[in-house]
């Protein structure tokens, strides 16, 4: 992806914040400030959205409730795209939450897609591979 420099003014207790980020991630400045700033934008353009870690990396979720997106939409799909019954499906929450993780789909539909196009490809076998904790009788 094509990048643009530019220089900017971050204040002290910021990027010191960032600077401690650089250290536990391993990453270089640029690219931890890059992915917090790519995230602020998604955020801001979509509220409710939030980022967080799991066991497959940072992803996009519902703010308050840990539901990643993708998941809500692959139930919308599953649904027909028939908002309320994506309503009923997920009664406890908000319109506003459901509308705000259709509304990422819309504006990022390729990330969401591929999410659901891996998860739709796992098998039993990479499961129990990818978290060997699973299988009855493991300790």
Request: net charge positive; aromatic share 10%.
């Amino acid at each position: 992806m094509p990048t643009v420099q530019r220089s900017i003014r971050i204040q002290e207790k910021t990027f010191k914040e960032i600077e401690q980020m650089v250290r536990e991630s391993g990453k270089e400045f640029s690219a931890v400030t890059n992915e917090l700033l790519e995230e602020a934008v998604r955020m801001q353009r979509c509220p409710c959205i939030v980022f967080s870690e799991g066991t497959a990396g940072r992803r996009a979720r519902i703010a308050g409730s840990g539901i990643e997106v993708w998941e809500v939409i692959a139930a919308y799909k599953s649904v027909s795209k028939d908002f309320n019954r994506l309503q009923k499906a997920y009664h406890w929450l908000t319109e506003q939450q459901l509308r705000s993780a259709v509304g990422y789909y819309k504006a990022y539909t390729e990330e969401i897609d591929r999410i659901i196009k891996q998860n739709d490809e796992l098998t039993g076998e990479d499961v129990h591979k990818r978290y060997p904790f699973l299988v009855r009788g493991s300790r």
